[in-house]
Nanobody
């Protein structure tokens, strides 16, 4: 059974940075495309970024140039470096496979506010 554990969220001022981590157990992240997603109350979960098994990355227009997705195969962990954070980035952030989702983890809350 796959387990996803997101961490690294918190309260940050606009313009600040956070690094989210997603520790995966039960599957190897190096062999599958992985993504980060976010959700605000009352809204559907939206895609943020993807990293493929061969390291190619893709980003939603709203975060392009500010966020960076990466993967540490040895640690079986996926990261999301978030810079120049804006209040509209406030959301619960989740990681999962890019297609054919596994069960979702608990997510990590990011709040951008002064």
């Amino acid at each position: 059974q796959v387990q996803l554990v997101e961490s690294g969220g918190g309260l940050v001022q606009p313009g600040g940075s956070l690094r989210l981590s997603c520790a995966v157990s039960g599957r190897t992240v190096s062999s599958t495309a992985m993504g980060w997603y976010r959700q605000t109350p009352g809204n559907q979960r939206e895609w943020v970024a993807t990293i493929t098994s061969d390291g190619r990355t893709n980003y939603a227009d709203s975060v392009k140039g500010r966020f960076t997705i990466s993967r540490d195969n040895a640690k079986n962990t996926v990261y999301l470096q978030m810079n120049s954070l804006k209040p509209e980035d406030t959301a619960a952030y989740y990681c999962n496979r890019a297609l054919n989702y596994w069960s979702w983890g608990q997510g990590t809350q990011v709040t951008v506010s002064s």
